[in-house]
Each structure stands twice: as structure tokens, then as C-alpha cells.
């Protein structure tokens, strides 16, 4: 199927999905998010992709759920629609890595969206905020559990509860960034941390991601054991005689999936 509100290229193992509303600081209609989460289940299913960007244009990364479209929504509506309840859940059943690929605006339901993804590269003018509390609501699908994860409660209250606006160099101080390059890098940075992750092991790199993910669902010690058993389930690999051999050898590793 055609997108209309998204673009969608998959080139050397990764499918870079790029939001495209640009009258609307690619605002999240509801065309938009259903258009993403296909985008998203297609590249995970598709076998020649092994990593997956999301970006938005030097202006927006995603200014927020589109008010346009949420004005006229009564109590009713958006409980009797459960309106972007499965946005979470979709997300989180992606099994490959998702990098958000971040310039510009990156607001309400678009820094909720960045926070879902697996870890956000910035470029210098990233702004992130959930500027929510200036329309009368409170965030939706994460600003206020995921945010306070990331970057802790003060900052996270000081977000959700003044609405400001926090710059790239701050969020990758506080956490909520693992990368801030200058803009006109931001996808080549991007796109060369997906092919990294392209050339593991997809074993490997399937189960780091459900590793880490897994220390926010659980405690210390579940997630310690989860990650020791995963790690002792990576010796059943071909990969891992690959990985060890190649290294023993002085070569590049030959990873088959195996
Ligand atoms: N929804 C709809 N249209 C938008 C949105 C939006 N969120 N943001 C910008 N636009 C539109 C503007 O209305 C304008 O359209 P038009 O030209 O037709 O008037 C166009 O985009 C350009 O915007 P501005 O003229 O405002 O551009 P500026 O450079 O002056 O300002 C800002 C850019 C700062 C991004 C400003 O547009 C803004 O503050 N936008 C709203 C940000 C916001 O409040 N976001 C939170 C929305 S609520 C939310 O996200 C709840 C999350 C629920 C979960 C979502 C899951 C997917």
C-alpha cells in the first residue's frame, strides 16, 4: 500500500520511515500513526531489514498528536476509541532495533514517540518537550512515565508541569539522547548506527534489545536473571563460535543468523 503520510525507503538492511506531513509540523494524525505502525510491522517482518530509523524533517521530528484533530473529541469519544492506546503496544512489539533520528521539534505524542523508540540520536536542534499542560490535557502515551525514567523526576515534572521547551545539549546531558550531532550529520549518524547494528548477529542484536527493554519492565535481580539466561542461550549459536572464532583469528566476523 502507498503511504500518504509517511515515506518509507529500505536500502542495505534498513528501513528508514520518515514522517511526512509538512503543513503540520508532522503532527500525528490518526491517518499518520496507522500508516506508522504498518510501516513499522512491514519492516519488521521483512527479512532483508535489520535495523529500522525514524526521522521527521529539519523542522519537526513530530510536533505532538494533531489538535486539529482532537479539538472536537469529547470524553466519550476518545475513551470509547481508546484513542492511541495501541500505539504502546505496537511499538513495543517491534522485535528489531528502532533509532529515532531527531532535528527540530520533537513535542507531546513526538517526544513520546522518540521515547518508544530504542534510542534517539539528536541533531543540535532538537527540542524536546510536552507541552501537553498548555492545552488543558496531560501526556499520553509515555511523557510522563517514560520521560521520568529517562531523565529523572525533577526534570520530567519540570517538563510535564511547565510545558518548556528542553534543547538537544540538555537532554544528552539528562539522558533522554544518546548522540547529538550538528543537523546537516544527523542522518548520516543515523544511518551509520543502523548499518552497525546491521552487521551483529540479528540474534544477538534481537536479544540485547529485549535485554535492556526488559530492565523497565522488571527489578534488579529478575532482570539480571533474564539477562543470564539469554546470555547463556547465545552459546547455542553458530554465531557465537563465528564471533569468538573471528576474533581468535584476527578477522571480521561472518555472522549467519544461526
Ligand atoms: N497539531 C496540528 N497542527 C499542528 C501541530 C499539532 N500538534 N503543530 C503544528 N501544527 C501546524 C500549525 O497549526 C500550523 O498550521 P497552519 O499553517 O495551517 O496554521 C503549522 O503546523 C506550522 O506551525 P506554527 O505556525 O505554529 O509554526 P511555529 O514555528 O510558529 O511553531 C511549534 C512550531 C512550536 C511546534 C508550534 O506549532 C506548536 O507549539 N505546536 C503544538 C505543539 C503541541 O502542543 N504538541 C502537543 C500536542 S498534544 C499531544 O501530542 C498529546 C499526545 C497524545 C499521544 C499521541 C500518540 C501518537
Excluded: W
Aim: charged fraction near 25%; proline fraction near 2%; include cysteine.
Amino acid at each position: 500500500m502507498a503511504f500518504e503520510t509517511i515515506n518509507v525507503e529500505v536500502d542495505d538492511h534498513v528501513a528508514l520511515i520518515k514522517l511526512d506531513r509538512p503543513d503540520a509540523m508532522n503532527a500525528l494524525s490518526q491517518q499518520l500513526v496507522g500508516e506508522l505502525l504498518q510501516a513499522l510491522e512491514e519492516a519488521d517482518a521483512n527479512e532483508k531489514v535489520r535495523c529500522i530509523v525514524l526521522a521527521g524533517s529539519d523542522k519537526a521530528f513530530a510536533a505532538g498528536a494533531d489538535i486539529k484533530e482532537m479539538a472536537k473529541l469529547g470524553f466519550v469519544d476518545v475513551f470509547n476509541a481508546n484513542l492511541f492506546a495501541q500505539v504502546n503496544d505496537r511499538i513495543a512489539a517491534i522485535r528489531k532495533p528502532i533509532i529515532a533520528a531527531v532535528a527540530g521539534y520533537a513535542l507531546g505524542g513526538g517526544c513520546e514517540l522518540a521515547m518508544a523508540c530504542d534510542f534517539i540520536i539528536a541533531a543540535d536542534t532538537a527540542k524536546f518537550g510536552q507541552p501537553e499542560i498548555n492545552l488543558g490535557v496531560i501526556a499520553g502515551i509515555g511523557g510522563t512515565q517514560r520521560l521520568a525514567r529517562f531523565v529523572g523526576k525533577s526534570k520530567a515534572m519540570d517538563m510535564n508541569l511547565t510545558g518548556r521547551l528542553m534543547p538537544a545539549e540538555e537532554a544528552e546531558r539528562s539522558g533522554l539522547v544518546s548522540r547529538v550531532v550538528p543537523a546537516k550529520k544527523l542522518m548520516e549518524e543515523a544511518m551509520g548506527a543502523a548499518q552497525k547494528i546491521a552487521e551483529k548477529s540479528q540474534i544477538s542484536v534481537l536479544a540485547a534489545k529485549e535485554a535492556v527493554n526488559r530492565s523497565y519492565e522488571t527489578t534488579l535481580s529478575e532482570g539480571l536473571r533474564f539477562e543470564r539466561s539469554l546470555f547463556h542461550s547465545m552459546f547455542a549459536t553458530e554465531d557465537q563460535k563465528e564471533g569468538m572464532s573471528a576474533f581468535l583469528e584476527k578477522r571480521q566476523a561472518q555472522f549467519r543468523d544461526k
